[in-house]
Every structure is written in C-alpha cells, then in structure tokens.
C-alpha cells in the first residue's frame, strides 16, 4: 500500500514539474521572449547570489571552525608530534589564509561583472609578467613549504633508537596483540608457521632472546622514554594509528615495519586535560575486514615506578606456554 | 562532400559509430551508474548517521543484507566499495571523457569522425559489458567486491578474509579488466584523431582548451590503465591459480597459506601508478570543459593560453612521479616519502597558475550565467579548497596523523569528486543544444545548481573535522570508540545534505529526459561562441558538416575583440585585412 502511494506521489510531483515547464515556455511564447535566454535580469540575480554565498559558505565554514573545535584532537602526546604540530599549524594558517583571499575574489568577480547588455569585456589575453609573478609567488612559497615539511618529515622518521624500547605490535582480523622484548631489549625470532595453541605470534621459543619476551594485550609505555614499535601482520593490511601520538603504521603480511617515538604526557595528565574517559586508543586505519570499525588496543602511558609494577606482574611467554 | 548514409535503427542508435550518438551513449550509461553509485551512498549515510536504527527502505532494497532494517556491516564496505568503484571508473572516467572526448574532438577539430569509428563503437560496448558484469556483481551470493575501490590484497585476494572477496571480486576484476579494454581503445583513437584529423588551419596553437585537456588525459590512460590492467591480472592469478605475486606469510581463519615471497606492497605501486595519473584522467577534462565554458560566459579571451597548455603538460607530467603520497604509511624508505612529497607540492604551482588565469579571465568580463557558467565558476571554487588541503596531505609529516581519516575523504570528494562533477554538469548545460538540438530549463538548471552547490559544500567540508577528529574512513559506524562519541552531530549534518543533495539531482534527470523530447528547439548557435562545432547543422548527420569542413584562421577565444562586428568571432571567419591574431 506505502509503495503505491509511493508511486502516485513521484508520478504526480512529475506531472507537475512538467506543467511548470510546459507554463513557462508558453508564456514566454505569448511574450514573444525565449525562456532560456539568459536576461540582464537573470545576470543580476545570479550574480548577487553568488555575493551572498560568500557570506554563507564563508560564515559556514568559521562556524564550524568554532564550534566544532572541541571535536579536534589535543595537542600532540609525543616529541616528533609535537613537531608535527608545528608544521600542521603553519600549513593550515598559509591554507586559511589563501582560502579567505581566493574564495571571496572568485565570488566577488562573478557579482562585479555579472553581465549586462550594455556592457562590454575587456579583451585581456595574455600578460606575461603578471603570469610570470604567479608563477614565481607560489613556487616560493611552496619551496619554504616543502623545505619545512621535508625537516620535519627527517625529524619524525630518524630518531635515535639505540636506547628505546623495542615492542611488537601484532595485528590480526580482528584484534592487536603486543610483544614486550624482555630484560635483554631483544624481540626473539617469530615465524607465521609456529603460530599453534597459546603461541599466537609464532614466537621461535627455541631462540634465546624469546626467552624473556612478554605478550600482552594492553601497552604500558614510560613517560619521556623512547619506544621502538615494530609492526607485523598475520592475515591481511592492517594500519597500526595512534592518533594522540602522531603515530601512523602499516601492518604487512610478509614484512616488518617499524615507528619510534617517546610519549610526553602520562594517561593520568591527559585525564586531567581531556577529563576522565581519555585513554591512548590504537585504532586500525587500513580497511581489513568486517569488523575494522572495531579493532582496538588500550595505551597507558605512566611514570617509571607504575610500569615497574606492572610488567612485574606481567608473565613471560615461555612461562605462560610451559605452565599449562 | 558528406559521409552521411543510411542509417537502421540498429546502426542509428545502438551498433553506431557516429561519435556523436557514442558520446550520448556514454553519457546515459554514465548518468545511470551515477544514479546508482549516488543511492549507495544515500545508503550507507543513513547508517552513519544512525548507527544501529532501522530503516524499512534498506530492507527493501538490500534483503538478507539489512537484517531488520539493519545495514549489515559487510555490506557497508560493499557500498562503499562499489560507491568508489561506480564514481571514479563509470562516472568520471568513462561517463566524462568517454562523454565528452567523443562528443568534441571531431567537432571542434573539425573531422568527419573519429579515426577509427569501428574501434570507437567497440570501445563503448567493451564499456556496456564491463558494466553489465559490474551490475551483476551486485547480485552474487556473497555479495559484491567489498575491500575498499583500491582492493588492497591480501583483503582482496582471500574469500576468507571478507565475504565480498569471493564471486563477488572475480566480478568486479573481470569487469575491470572490460573496462580497461575500452578505455584504451577509446584512447588511443581519440589521440590519433587530434594528431590527425585536424581540419585545415588547426594547428595545435589554435585547438581548444577542452581538445588540449582530452589529448593529455588519453595520453595519461593510455600509459597508466595498462600498468592496472596487470596489476589484476597478477591478482587474479593469485586468486586463482595459487601464485604468491602479493602474497606471503598468512594464516586466515586459522588456515596456513603456502604462499611465500609476495609482497602486497608491489600491488600498491602497480596500483597507484595508474591511481594516481587516473586522479588527473578524471580532473583534466573537467579543467578543460570550464575553460571553454568560462570563456564563452565571461565573453573574453582565456587569460594566457600557453600557460593553460602548459600547466595542463605540467600536471600531466608530473601525475606520473607522484603515486608514492598514497603509501607514505606503508613502511617504504622514508627517503623515498621525501622524494614524492617533493614531486607532489610541485603539482600546486601549476595548479596556482591555473586557478590566477581563471580569475584574470572573470576580471572585467561581461559574465551571462547560464547553468554551465554557474557550474564552471563552482568548479573553481571547489579547485581551490580542495586543492588547498593536497597541500596537508602530500606532505608526507602531516600524513603521518591524518592518513586514511576523513580528512582525506574530505579533500578528494571536494578536489576530485566535485570539481570533475562539476566540470561534467557544466558540460552537459553546455552541449545538450548540439547534442540533442533542444534546449534544457534555464530555471531548473538553476535551482539545481544552486541546490547542488549548498549541499555538496554541506556535505564534504564538515568531513575534514572528522579527519581532524581522528576519525579513520571506511568505519561502519564510531560508536565502538568513546573519543568518537561526539562526532555523531557532525555524521547528521553531513547525511542531512547528502540526503537533500540527492533529491536535487532529480531535477537535473527530469531537466534532462524532459528536454530531449520537449524542450524547446536550439538555435544554431546558442551561446554565441567561436569554436567550429556550432558551425555544423543542428540536426544531426554522420560527418558532421554536410558540405565542406570549414577551415579554420584564427584561436577560439577572440570573443569581444576590438574592431569586431560582435562579440565573438567564429573560427572559420578570416582575419580582416589588418587584423593581428590576438
């Protein structure tokens, strides 16, 4: 019954834009003036709609930058973000910036010349030093954007890793799970062919430094100290994203890939902040499967004295796989 | 001498190879696509916006795969694969170039035809079987391809990874496979035609922009579509046949795969390598198109011709060295990220250069706003915020954080997606007199443009707060993630306009059908402008022009010339004694 009622109305709302252009165009017959022909008056309309559509997309988009703010990220949580940071705000104050300059001359163009019969352009083909001006403006402010990008691009990929910690991160359909390399620093061998039972990374027991590893499913990670992550996938490309961080990743069956960086606030100082419900979250960024939207892994950040305390309590693998 | 013959209804209307009648073809397959991939995301927003409500109509139209009412998760990623898919390849590949290459280059060269109309007539019905295959798709067991429009394997490879990689991604490579065919054809004749075919007196300084923009994008098809094509090949094979070209190292669903040695990362080059190209495949032709519109309306000559050819060889150019921005995250030498970010910002320049000229030719013009006018100069504005944001993502330090986030959602569907969308709807305003020898609404193409514009903008740029908001794309809902919890405002907004958007597109379908049977009839030359496709009769005959090819004196754009009779001047007319060319 819905769908034909459906039916009738989309028939009828056809029916009746057809009879509103069957009256205009045989009104425009009777005034001897083709319907389609665009009018001084036309012209004028368009163009001051266009004026107006300045102030509304323009005075939309600093609404939303005003009360959508919130929304955002907080600053970054980590040394190189930090520096991202940097760079984000220079980039996106040049984008505002040349946003608000050429949006409104566009708009403003289109009203000031709306066209009238009476009128007539200017012919104006070519001017090769004005070409050769914005030519050379943006090639110079693009060169101090590329520069400043590249620096921090080096920065953010080159840190000193001698003295971080090393930890895996190891993802599957449709969940992460952590490595911690123990007291000697050094993750052990792993190989997707040993993965069986409780050793779901395929860790290489009989290698030596396996003998201290720990696998987790929550990271605790110490203030202000450097941590290299190292990436492996079991089934499909997932991408290990720390937002808070700065911290982007893929996750490659067949490869190990790898971020470093150092964590400037603790979980506890971002609660602070943020309020109560801030966690650290990992969160999968590359299309994997059908439960992607769900693919999470909690971060803590804490002094050295929390940490100690947990990775006490946490047991090597071997421990786990031998006590049944 | 005319080329015209009899013509049956078969020769006239379906196995044509008048490349006029081809253009409309493509143009209505393109537009049903559009239809289709446009209700898709109508689809999937409704969800996004209400995560977990149930809505009668998903059921209706979905089945078993919106249980209650329900979208299914996995079918979430199928619409937003197929949404992809449809958009870029159906619509603003084939729908606009196939459109609108095969429409204009024998008429504003002044030829006969196409060079080959038999590989032309092929070329849209290795497109109409692509298409067919594509439609199927949909309706297998499993569902339709489902791994995102980049099929990334190992998702893409597996069956066991996600239902839609099984029929369902045969499908969609077979199609694909169909539909590079096409392309290529189609390619190569259009850039043998321009070499060619050019009638008497025009030279390449004297072709239109449009002609430059559609000889640059086949020059990038016909070099970059091939490398895909291979691509899926080697991932068929590895579907099928047990290769290990991307393949390496997997366990799935507790299964342990024998394959060893691929790398999934070299189907990301292959693919990127035409990804990338196939982003200015999709932009150039709008480019050109407004540069014709904007010149007729603004009643001036484009600003700096040869800089508009050599921003578009610019960008052509360096669309080739740039694949590498889409895989800054994968693991890849960042010495090499540095490389392709360098390459990448240097594709602004030209861009600026393009976006100055368009402004300069507005400067002290005489602007008539019919629909196409008022399309080319929102195409500008969506060139400019979306382009600005490139600025963010081609720098690979910035990438790190906004990668794959909604913030990328927001750039392309602005920079790509509406400015090519645009660029075709300016098109069709433009050229439906020629090809149909009618008139469309003026009234209703301006509501449409004016509904069009609003949502679109309310649509795409909240996305970016999303981004901002770390929020990744392709997520079937953010509920699962306290920090998202808020953004759910932000996901009504943007399904409100996409909703309202949608609707408005009916009354450009209505404009559209309508006028091909009743609008009223065009004059000759509506616009009142220079290039030679107005120059051939309103009723359509094969070969264009019924006695001679007009020849061809001066460049398209002398439109308010000193010491002209009127405000533009055909480019068969000769220069007046006297007379300098611009």
């Known amino acids: 019954m819905t769908n034909i009622l459906i039916a009738i109305i989309v028939f009828l709302i056809i029916a009746l834009l057809v009879q509103i252009l069957r009256v205009s165009e045989l009104l425009s017959e009777i005034n001897n003036t083709d319907v389609n022909e665009v009018t001084d008056e036309d012209n004028n309309t368009q163009g001051k709609l266009y004026l107006a559509i300045t102030f509304i997309f323009l005075g939309f988009v600093i609404w939303q930058m005003v009360y959508w703010n919130h929304f955002l990220l907080p600053g970054a949580s980590s040394v190189h973000g930090e520096i991202i940071d940097g760079l984000m705000s220079f980039t996106m104050n040049l984008i505002l910036v040349v946003f608000f300059i050429l949006t409104p001359l566009l708009f403003y163009y289109a009203f000031k010349y709306r066209g009238k019969k009476t009128n007539t352009a200017y012919f104006y083909s070519h001017n090769n030093k004005l070409e050769i001006i914005w030519t050379i403006v943006p090639t110079i402010v693009l060169s101090c954007v590329i520069v400043y990008g590249l620096q921090t691009w080096n920065k953010a990929m080159n840190p000193d890793t001698s003295q971080s910690k090393v930890i895996e991160i190891y993802a599957k359909q449709f969940d992460w799970t952590a490595r911690y390399s123990g007291s000697d620093n050094q993750l052990g061998k792993a190989n997707y062919k040993l993965v069986k039972g409780r050793n779901q990374l395929g860790v290489d027991l009989n290698d030596e430094k396996s003998e201290d590893d720990i696998v987790v499913r929550e990271v605790h990670l110490v203030k202000d ?28 069956p067949g490869m190990v890939t790898q971020f470093a960086f150092t964590p400037t606030q603790t979980t506890a100082e971002m609660k602070e902040q943020e309020g109560e419900d801030f966690e650290f979250i990992l969160l999968c960024n590359k299309i994997c499967g059908v439960l992607h939207y769900n693919m999470q892994m909690k971060f803590v950040v804490e002094t050295q004295e929390e940490y100690d305390v947990w990775i006490a309590e946490q047991k090597t693998l071997k421990n786990t796989l031998t006590l049944k | 001498m005319s080329e015209h013959h009899k013509e049956t209804f078969i020769t006239k209307y379906i196995f044509s190879q008048d490349h006029k009648m081809i253009a409309k073809q493509f143009l209505i397959t393109g537009m049903f696509m559009a239809v289709i991939g446009m209700i898709m995301s109508a689809l999937f927003r409704l969800q996004l916006a209400n995560p977990g409500q149930s809505f009668a109509i998903l059921e209706m139209l979905l089945g078993k795969w919106a249980p209650g009412g329900v979208l299914d998760p996995s079918m979430y990623l199928a619409l937003v694969t197929m949404h992809g898919t449809i958009l870029v390849f159906w619509v603003l590949t084939a729908g606009l170039s196939g459109t609108f290459a ?76 169909l539909f590079i065919v096409g392309s290529l054809l189609g390619s190569l004749n259009y850039i043998v035609t321009i070499l060619n075919l ?98 007729v309306n603004s009643r001036k000559p484009i600003f700096g011709y040869k800089a508009m050819v050599g921003a578009l060889i610019a960008i052509a150019f360096l669309s080739f060295i740039v694949w590498g921005h889409h895989m800054f995250m994968t693991g890849m030498n960042p010495f090499l990220g540095s490389v392709f970010t360098f390459t990448t910002l240097l594709i602004a320049i030209p861009s600026a250069i393009k976006v100055f000229n368009y402004l300069a030719t507005l400067w002290k013009g ?47 569907h602005i920079v790509m997606g509406l400015t090519a969308i645009y660029g075709m709807f300016a098109g069709v305003y ?30 795409f740029f909240p996305m970016h707060f999303l981004g901002l908001a770390g929020l990744p794309r392709r997520y079937y809902t953010n509920s699962a993630f306290p920090m998202f919890d808020g953004l759910t405002d932000i996901n009504s907004v943007i399904t409100f306009f996409a909703l309202a958007g949608a609707i408005v597109q009916m009354i450009f379908i209505f404009n559209f059908f309508y006028s091909i049977f009743k609008g009223p009839r065009a004059k000759q030359n509506p616009w009142r402008s220079n290039t030679l496709e107005w120059t051939a009769p309103i009723e359509r005959i094969h070969g264009n022009w019924p006695g001679e090819i007009p020849h061809v004196y001066r460049w398209p754009y002398d439109y308010s010339k000193p010491g002209a009779d009127e405000d533009f001047v055909p480019q068969n007319q000769p220069l007046k004694e006297g007379e300098v060319e611009h």
């Open chain 1, 225 to 252: 100290q450097s941590v290299l992550l190292k990436f492996r996938s079991r089934d499909v490309i997932h991408s290990a994203y720390l937002p808070h961080f700065r911290v982007q990743m893929n996750c490659v």
């Open chain 2, 102 to 177: 095969n429409f204009l280059i024998p008429l504003q060269i002044g030829a006969r035809d196409m060079a080959s109309g038999f590989l032309n007539m092929l070329s849209y019905w290795f497109f109409f079987l692509a298409t067919v295959v594509l439609l199927w798709s949909l309706f297998v067991e499993t569902g339709p391809a489902s791994a995102g429009w980049t099929i990334y394997p190992p998702l893409s490879a597996l069956p066991q990874a996600i239902p839609g990689s099984g029929a369902g991604m045969t499908l969609w490579l077979t199609s694909i496979a």
């Open chain 2, 198 to 295: 050019r009638t008497k007196g025009m030279s390449m300084q004297r072709l239109p922009l449009t002609i430059w923009a559609i000889l640059l994008t086949a020059i990038l098809g016909v070099l970059s579509f091939p490398v895909l094509l291979a691509a899926a090949l080697l991932l068929i094979m590895d579907r099928s046949f047990g290769t290990s070209f991307y393949l390496s190292d997997i366990i799935i669903n507790g299964e342990v795969l024998h394959n060893a040695g691929g790398s999934p990362i070299l189907f990301e080059h292959l693919f990127w390598f035409l990804g990338h190209p196939e982003v200015y495949i999709i932009l150039l032709p709008a480019l050109g198109i407004v540069s014709e519109v904007i010149a």
């Open chain 2, 366 to 412: 005489n602007i008539q706003f019919t629909p196409a006018m008022l399309f080319a100069i929102a195409l500008v504005s969506t060139f400019i915020t979306g382009g600005l944001t490139g600025l963010i993502l081609g720098d690979s330090a910035l990438d790190i954080n906004v990668h794959d986030t909604y913030f990328v959602v927001g750039h392309f």
């Open chain 2, 430 to 459: 433009h050229w439906f007199p020629k090809m149909y020898g009618r008139m469309m609404n003026k009234n209703f193409g301006y509501i449409h443009f004016w509904g069009t514009f609003i949502c679109a903008y309310g649509v």
